[in-house]
Protein backbone atom coordinates (compact mmCIF):
# COMPACT_ATOMS: atom_id res chain seq x y z
CA UNK A 1 0.00 0.00 0.00
CA UNK A 2 1.60 3.50 -0.87
CA UNK A 3 1.55 5.71 2.22
CA UNK A 4 -0.49 8.79 2.44
CA UNK A 5 1.04 11.86 1.35
CA UNK A 6 0.04 15.74 2.05
CA UNK A 7 -0.55 17.45 -1.44
CA UNK A 8 -0.44 21.61 -0.94
CA UNK A 9 -0.65 23.06 -4.69
CA UNK A 10 -0.49 26.52 -6.09
CA UNK A 11 1.38 28.22 -3.76
CA UNK A 12 2.75 31.08 -5.06
CA UNK A 13 6.96 32.04 -4.64
CA UNK A 14 6.08 35.25 -5.24
CA UNK A 15 3.99 35.88 -2.63
CA UNK A 16 4.13 40.12 -3.11
CA UNK A 17 2.55 40.13 -6.33
CA UNK A 18 -0.48 39.24 -8.04
CA UNK A 19 -0.92 35.10 -8.07
CA UNK A 20 0.47 34.10 -11.33
CA UNK A 21 0.34 30.59 -11.93
CA UNK A 22 3.22 30.38 -13.64
CA UNK A 23 5.11 31.79 -10.93
CA UNK A 24 3.59 28.93 -8.13
CA UNK A 25 4.23 25.70 -7.22
CA UNK A 26 2.98 22.19 -5.57
CA UNK A 27 4.38 20.37 -2.93
CA UNK A 28 3.41 16.37 -1.76
CA UNK A 29 5.16 15.27 1.20
CA UNK A 30 4.00 12.27 3.83
CA UNK A 31 2.35 13.73 7.08
CA UNK A 32 4.87 14.60 9.62
CA UNK A 33 6.29 11.99 11.98
CA UNK A 34 8.90 14.05 14.17
CA UNK A 35 11.92 15.37 12.46
CA UNK A 36 11.13 17.33 8.42
CA UNK A 37 12.61 15.52 5.56
CA UNK A 38 14.91 17.00 3.25
CA UNK A 39 12.91 18.85 -0.14
CA UNK A 40 13.56 17.32 -3.55
CA UNK A 41 12.49 19.98 -6.02
CA UNK A 42 11.84 18.75 -9.85
CA UNK A 43 12.37 21.44 -12.64
CA UNK A 44 10.19 20.00 -15.79
CA UNK A 45 10.94 20.42 -19.57
CA UNK A 46 9.49 21.16 -21.90
CA UNK A 47 11.52 23.29 -24.43
CA UNK A 48 10.85 26.49 -22.85
CA UNK A 49 7.59 26.58 -24.23
CA UNK A 50 5.11 23.88 -22.84
CA UNK A 51 4.23 21.55 -19.73
CA UNK A 52 2.59 22.39 -16.39
CA UNK A 53 3.50 21.23 -12.79
CA UNK A 54 0.83 19.02 -12.41
CA UNK A 55 1.91 16.91 -15.95
CA UNK A 56 4.28 15.84 -12.99
CA UNK A 57 2.27 15.00 -10.08
CA UNK A 58 2.56 11.22 -10.69
CA UNK A 59 5.88 11.57 -10.67
CA UNK A 60 6.16 13.70 -7.57
CA UNK A 61 3.95 11.39 -5.09
CA UNK A 62 6.21 8.48 -6.32
CA UNK A 63 9.34 10.14 -5.51
CA UNK A 64 7.79 11.66 -2.49
CA UNK A 65 6.76 7.74 -1.38
CA UNK A 66 10.40 5.96 -2.40
CA UNK A 67 12.11 8.41 -0.49
CA UNK A 68 10.19 9.75 2.03
CA UNK A 69 11.01 13.21 1.62
CA UNK A 70 8.73 16.05 0.32
CA UNK A 71 8.78 16.85 -3.27
CA UNK A 72 8.14 20.32 -4.80
CA UNK A 73 7.10 21.09 -8.65
CA UNK A 74 7.30 24.73 -9.71
CA UNK A 75 6.05 25.96 -12.59
CA UNK A 76 7.93 29.33 -14.59
CA UNK A 77 7.00 31.29 -17.28
CA UNK A 78 7.84 30.15 -20.73
CA UNK A 79 8.39 31.32 -24.54
CA UNK A 80 4.80 31.41 -25.60
CA UNK A 81 5.49 34.91 -26.01
CA UNK A 82 7.88 37.21 -27.41
CA UNK A 83 8.04 39.22 -23.73
CA UNK A 84 9.97 35.52 -22.29
CA UNK A 85 13.77 35.02 -23.16
CA UNK A 86 16.48 33.63 -21.70
CA UNK A 87 17.39 33.96 -19.03
CA UNK A 88 13.85 34.81 -17.48
CA UNK A 89 12.51 31.13 -17.10
CA UNK A 90 15.95 30.48 -15.14
CA UNK A 91 15.58 33.33 -13.16
CA UNK A 92 11.90 32.21 -11.66
CA UNK A 93 13.34 28.93 -10.93
CA UNK A 94 15.89 30.85 -9.15
CA UNK A 95 13.23 32.81 -6.87
CA UNK A 96 11.46 29.62 -5.98
CA UNK A 97 14.40 28.18 -4.99
CA UNK A 98 15.43 31.03 -2.96
CA UNK A 99 11.67 30.82 -1.66
CA UNK A 100 11.51 27.48 -0.61
CA UNK A 101 14.67 27.99 1.73
CA UNK A 102 13.11 30.84 3.93
CA UNK A 103 9.14 29.87 3.59
CA UNK A 104 7.34 28.60 6.67
CA UNK A 105 5.39 26.16 5.54
CA UNK A 106 1.77 25.82 4.38
CA UNK A 107 -0.37 26.96 7.75
CA UNK A 108 3.12 28.21 9.30
CA UNK A 109 3.97 24.47 9.34
CA UNK A 110 7.34 23.37 8.32
CA UNK A 111 6.95 19.95 6.22
CA UNK A 112 10.46 20.26 5.17
CA UNK A 113 14.14 20.67 6.15
CA UNK A 114 14.92 24.18 3.85
CA UNK A 115 18.61 23.02 4.71
CA UNK A 116 18.64 20.03 2.74
CA UNK A 117 17.69 20.44 -0.91
CA UNK A 118 17.96 17.84 -3.50
CA UNK A 119 17.75 19.51 -7.24
CA UNK A 120 16.18 18.06 -9.96
CA UNK A 121 16.38 19.35 -13.58
CA UNK A 122 14.77 17.69 -16.91
CA UNK A 123 15.59 17.91 -20.32
CA UNK A 124 15.59 22.42 -20.41
CA UNK A 125 15.25 22.20 -16.40
CA UNK A 126 18.85 20.97 -16.48
CA UNK A 127 19.81 23.97 -18.50
CA UNK A 128 17.64 26.40 -15.75
CA UNK A 129 19.50 24.72 -12.71
CA UNK A 130 23.38 24.13 -14.62
CA UNK A 131 22.62 28.52 -15.21
CA UNK A 132 22.14 28.89 -11.56
CA UNK A 133 24.72 27.04 -10.23
CA UNK A 134 27.65 27.60 -12.84
CA UNK A 135 29.42 30.57 -13.26
CA UNK A 136 28.22 32.50 -16.65
CA UNK A 137 31.02 33.19 -19.25
CA UNK A 138 29.59 36.98 -19.55
CA UNK A 139 30.12 39.69 -16.61
CA UNK A 140 26.27 40.04 -16.18
CA UNK A 141 25.59 37.19 -13.09
CA UNK A 142 21.58 37.76 -12.82
CA UNK A 143 21.38 34.35 -12.06
CA UNK A 144 23.53 34.20 -8.58
CA UNK A 145 22.38 31.81 -6.31
CA UNK A 146 22.51 33.13 -2.52
CA UNK A 147 25.35 31.89 -0.28
CA UNK A 148 22.05 30.33 1.92
CA UNK A 149 20.87 28.26 -1.05
CA UNK A 150 24.52 26.98 -2.03
CA UNK A 151 24.78 25.74 1.27
CA UNK A 152 21.40 24.17 1.52
CA UNK A 153 21.71 22.14 -1.89
CA UNK A 154 23.09 18.89 -1.50
CA UNK A 155 22.97 17.38 -5.06
CA UNK A 156 21.96 18.25 -8.76
CA UNK A 157 20.67 15.26 -10.71
CA UNK A 158 20.11 15.85 -14.53
CA UNK A 159 18.02 13.70 -16.63
CA UNK A 160 18.18 14.07 -20.11
CA UNK A 161 19.60 17.26 -20.26
CA UNK A 162 20.17 20.46 -22.77
CA UNK A 163 23.59 21.96 -22.41
CA UNK A 164 25.43 22.72 -25.08
CA UNK A 165 22.78 24.43 -27.72
CA UNK A 166 25.48 24.87 -31.11
CA UNK A 167 26.12 21.11 -30.48
CA UNK A 168 22.13 20.15 -30.24
CA UNK A 169 21.51 21.78 -33.29
CA UNK A 170 24.51 20.05 -35.49
CA UNK A 171 22.23 17.44 -34.42
CA UNK A 172 18.99 18.50 -34.50
CA UNK A 173 18.75 21.44 -36.59
CA UNK A 174 15.36 22.13 -36.70
CA UNK A 175 15.22 22.81 -33.13
CA UNK A 176 16.37 26.42 -33.98
CA UNK A 177 12.82 26.78 -35.34
CA UNK A 178 10.99 25.00 -33.33
CA UNK A 179 12.29 26.46 -30.00
CA UNK A 180 15.87 27.28 -29.77
CA UNK A 181 15.30 31.09 -31.32
CA UNK A 182 11.93 31.54 -29.68
CA UNK A 183 13.48 30.74 -26.11
CA UNK A 184 17.26 32.32 -26.70
CA UNK A 185 16.59 34.43 -29.75
CA UNK A 186 18.42 34.45 -33.53
CA UNK A 187 22.17 34.18 -32.66
CA UNK A 188 25.08 32.64 -35.03
CA UNK A 189 26.39 31.01 -31.97
CA UNK A 190 24.85 29.98 -28.61
CA UNK A 191 28.15 29.48 -26.71
CA UNK A 192 27.53 32.25 -23.98
CA UNK A 193 24.29 30.28 -23.38
CA UNK A 194 25.69 26.83 -23.53
CA UNK A 195 26.35 25.40 -19.72
CA UNK A 196 29.27 23.15 -20.73
CA UNK A 197 31.24 26.59 -21.12
CA UNK A 198 30.73 27.70 -17.41
CA UNK A 199 33.12 26.72 -14.55
CA UNK A 200 31.20 26.05 -11.10
CA UNK A 201 30.92 28.27 -8.36
CA UNK A 202 33.38 28.80 -6.25
CA UNK A 203 31.72 28.11 -3.05
CA UNK A 204 29.77 24.56 -4.41
CA UNK A 205 32.46 21.88 -4.27
CA UNK A 206 30.25 20.40 -1.71
CA UNK A 207 27.95 19.60 -3.88
CA UNK A 208 27.21 15.93 -5.92
CA UNK A 209 25.79 15.81 -9.13
CA UNK A 210 24.11 13.30 -11.18
CA UNK A 211 24.07 13.05 -15.09
CA UNK A 212 21.33 10.42 -16.22
CA UNK A 213 20.43 9.69 -19.57
CA UNK A 214 18.19 6.77 -21.51
CA UNK A 215 19.61 4.52 -24.43
CA UNK A 216 16.20 5.28 -25.76
CA UNK A 217 15.82 9.13 -25.97
CA UNK A 218 15.64 10.72 -29.59
CA UNK A 219 14.46 13.93 -28.96
CA UNK A 220 17.85 14.78 -26.81
CA UNK A 221 21.35 12.63 -28.00
CA UNK A 222 23.58 11.30 -25.68
CA UNK A 223 26.33 13.50 -26.81
CA UNK A 224 24.55 16.47 -24.71
CA UNK A 225 25.44 14.56 -21.52
CA UNK A 226 28.31 13.31 -22.27
CA UNK A 227 29.57 16.53 -22.85
CA UNK A 228 28.20 17.90 -20.01
CA UNK A 229 30.27 14.95 -17.83
CA UNK A 230 33.15 15.37 -19.78
CA UNK A 231 32.87 19.25 -18.61
CA UNK A 232 32.31 18.42 -15.00
CA UNK A 233 34.56 15.95 -14.48
CA UNK A 234 37.52 18.34 -14.79
CA UNK A 235 35.67 20.80 -12.69
CA UNK A 236 33.66 19.24 -10.26
CA UNK A 237 35.04 16.77 -7.31
CA UNK A 238 31.58 14.74 -7.19
CA UNK A 239 30.07 13.88 -10.78
CA UNK A 240 28.28 10.22 -11.47
CA UNK A 241 26.69 9.10 -14.66
CA UNK A 242 24.21 6.37 -15.72
CA UNK A 243 23.64 6.12 -19.36
CA UNK A 244 23.06 2.33 -19.65
CA UNK A 245 19.99 1.47 -17.25
CA UNK A 246 17.54 3.39 -18.43
CA UNK A 247 15.87 2.70 -21.66
CA UNK A 248 12.52 4.68 -22.57
CA UNK A 249 12.02 7.79 -24.73
CA UNK A 250 13.00 11.39 -23.67
CA UNK A 251 9.95 12.01 -21.35
CA UNK A 252 8.31 8.51 -20.97
CA UNK A 253 11.17 7.97 -18.17
CA UNK A 254 9.65 9.85 -15.64
CA UNK A 255 6.32 8.15 -16.28
CA UNK A 256 8.11 4.36 -15.61
CA UNK A 257 9.35 3.25 -11.63
CA UNK A 258 12.83 2.56 -12.75
CA UNK A 259 14.19 6.46 -13.19
CA UNK A 260 12.26 7.11 -9.23
CA UNK A 261 14.14 4.08 -8.44
CA UNK A 262 17.45 5.42 -10.13
CA UNK A 263 17.53 8.75 -8.77
CA UNK A 264 15.46 7.80 -5.61
CA UNK A 265 18.46 5.81 -3.80
CA UNK A 266 20.57 8.36 -5.35
CA UNK A 267 18.63 10.94 -3.24
CA UNK A 268 18.62 9.10 -0.13
CA UNK A 269 22.06 8.38 -0.26
CA UNK A 270 23.46 11.88 -0.97
CA UNK A 271 20.53 13.95 1.33
CA UNK A 272 19.71 11.97 3.97
Avoid at 5 to 25: A, G, V
Avoid at 53 to 68: C, M
Avoid at 120 to 145: K, V
Amino acid sequence: MEPQLDEYTDISYIPSEPFNNFQSFDIYCRPSDGDAPPLVCFIHGGAWRSEDKLDHAGLARRLASFTGYAVAIPNYRLSTTKDIRHPDHAKDILRFLEFVITWGGPCSTSVYNPNRLCLMGHSCGAHMLSSIFLEPTQPDDTLRPSAELLKSTNAIIMSEGIYDIDLLLSSFPTYRDWFIEASFGRRSTYRDVSVTKMIPRAEHHHLHWLIVHSKGDTLVDEAQSEAMYQHLLRNVPHITKNFGELMEEHDDILKGVEFVKLVGQYIIDKCS
